[in-house]
């Protein structure tokens, strides 16, 4: 029996709360009707066989889990057909594109069953509208590549590793950004599988408001199985350079960070700037910027929105050039192998507005906080980084018909991403980043400088993202909940994920 209770959250807005009396049914069994209903098929794979192990694995071990049977849909029919299944009978399930969350369960599950996207990869170009429509399941490698021989590219990973459907829900930071806003904007339309298995299209006509809930919703309305994207130039060649300073240089990387989030970024908006800090073991930490640049660059004379850090003007560069007048794909290729998979890994990010004073305590909470018995552990690795989100992000992002996220003035993302080579130091690890989190906001607080967004894909497992994109998004996506997923199968259901208040 099942009863749906309105209630009133304390904000005054009105959420679905469900309450059920329904029992899950044992993962096992689920995964045993699954193999019925795709009898003969090889698409539902338990433990023992061969497929399962290489369908498992994570591009960090600390996410992984062990799926019950792991399914591989050919098309969106197939996904139609389990959702159906698992609607009826109750059965838990989670849903993975490219597996890059390093949050454990978001991706995976333990009790239930995996839907992996993986066989789900097509990419085609229609010249004729300029749109490319891109399987869930593909990962952005592929993509680049299929679409380079039409001179276009789409919004997608600076490491091309990463799968479609997780970064693209998630609203998608590219090395576009500052021209083409979140990458989720840049979406024409998505065919989406509902609870109960009934497959729609959406986009700003069509189903318009679970179109804009979709972009920053993640999982919570569906599976998503093609996501049709707007294409842009890639005629011209792009560009991509580590900068490396050391600590002595650091005031003035954060006084150029400064300039570049108040309005450098708009400026020049081919230009693209992570600005980060790392620490390798028990080394001391550098100042490591990743820079690109949608154009011809020169590092003898580059853009001048380039130039104080090349110049001197910040001391003592070290530039490498890892991409010179290439493509996006090589880029994002290269960076995909700088960050290699297999290592143990978390995340968590706090939003600021900018201010430089703000920059160097952040900066100088994560050296504190970097205590000799972390650095001493085995494979131990942090980084401290933070980007711009500028005007024209913010206004390209708008034109598109707007995102769930809530950001309409320019902020700056913080993340912090520890590694580590020990399952044993996992606590220690989540618990480091933990505190940080809470002593970089309670900073920014104190710094007045507080903004309230936490970017979804760079949340933390002990993070709750979809609250902070602000009340009138919070009520949108909680009304379109209730009317395309009345149930809540992509709540209750899927256990693991970011998740809507109330849901
Ligand atoms: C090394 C590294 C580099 C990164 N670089 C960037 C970057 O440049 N820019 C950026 O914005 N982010 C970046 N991220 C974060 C990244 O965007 C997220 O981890 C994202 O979730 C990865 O997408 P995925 O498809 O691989 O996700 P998965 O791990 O497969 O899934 C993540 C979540 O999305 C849900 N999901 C996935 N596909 C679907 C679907 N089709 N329908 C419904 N729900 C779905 C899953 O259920 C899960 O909850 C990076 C992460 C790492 C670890």
Request: aromatic share 12%.
């Amino acid at each position: 029996m099942l009863s749906h209770v309105p209630v009133l959250l304390g904000s005054g807005l009105i959420a679905g709360s469900y309450a059920f009396s329904l029992q899950f049914t044992s993962p096992t069994t689920c995964c045993s009707l699954l193999g019925t209903e795709f009898n003969g098929e090889s698409k539902v794979f338990s433990p023992q066989s061969a497929e399962y192990g290489p369908l498992n694995t994570y591009w960090t071990p600390a996410a992984q889990q062990s799926p019950t049977c792991i399914f591989t849909p050919a098309n969106t029919q197939d996904v139609s057909r389990a959702v159906k299944l698992f609607t009826r009978k109750n059965c838990q399930f989670a849903i993975r594109s490219g597996g890059h969350s390093y949050n454990p369960g978001w991706a995976g599950i333990i009790n239930g069953v995996l839907i992996s996207l993986s066989d789900i990869d097509d990419v085609t170009y229609d010249s004729q509208t300029g749109l490319a429509s891109v399987g869930a399941g593909s990962r952005w490698t592929n993509v680049y590549g299929a679409l380079l021989p039409y001179g276009v590219t789409v919004l997608g990973g600076r490491n091309s590793d990463l799968g479609v459907g997780g970064y693209l829900t998630g609203g998608g930071i590219s090395y576009y950004a500052n021209e083409r806003g979140w990458a989720t904007d840049n979406i024409h339309s998505v065919e989406i599988v509902l609870a109960g298995g009934r497959i729609i299209t959406a986009n700003r006509t069509q189903h318009s408001e679970l179109f804009r809930c979709i972009k920053g919703g993640s999982s919570n309305y569906g599976v998503i199985t093609k996501f049709v994207l707007e294409t842009v130039d890639a005629s011209t060649p792009f560009n991509a350079v580590s900068m490396r300073y050391p600590a002595s240089s650091t005031n003035e990387v954060l006084a150029a960070a400064y300039n570049y989030c108040t309005g450098g970024s708009d400026s020049d908006p081919k230009s693209h700037v992570i600005f980060s800090a790392s620490i390798n073991g028990t080394q001391e930490y550098f100042n490591n910027l990743l820079m690109a640049y949608n154009g011809v660059f020169d590092v003898a004379n580059p853009a001048p929105i380039f130039e104080p850090y090349f110049d001197g003007t910040i001391p003592n560069p070290t530039p490498f050039v890892f991409a010179a007048n290439t493509t996006i794909k090589y880029a994002t290729d290269w960076l995909s192998v700088r960050q290699a998979p297999g290592t143990r890994y978390t995340m968590g990010t706090v939003s600021i507005y900018a201010d430089v004073e703000l920059f160097k305590t952040l900066r100088n909470i994560w050296i504190a906080e970097t205590t000799p018995d972390l650095q001493a552990k085995s494979g131990f690795f942090t980084e401290f980084a933070f980007q711009p989100v500028g005007q024209k992000w913010i206004d390209f992002s708008a034109s598109r018909g707007d995102n769930s996220l809530g950001i309409t003035s320019p902020i700056v993302v913080v993340w912090t991403q520890p590694r580590w080579n020990s399952a044993s130091d996992d606590v220690d690890m989540v618990s480091y980043v933990n505190r940080m989190l809470g002593l970089f906001e309670q900073a920014a607080k104190d710094a007045g400088k507080f903004a309230n967004l936490k970017y979804l894909n760079y949340g933390g497992r002990n993070q709750d993202p979809i609250p902070t994109y602000g009340q009138q998004n919070i009520l949108r996506m909680q009304l379109n909940k209730a009317r395309y997923d009345p149930l809540n199968v992509f709540g209750r259901l899927v256990p693991g994920g970011f998740k809507i208040p109330g849901f």
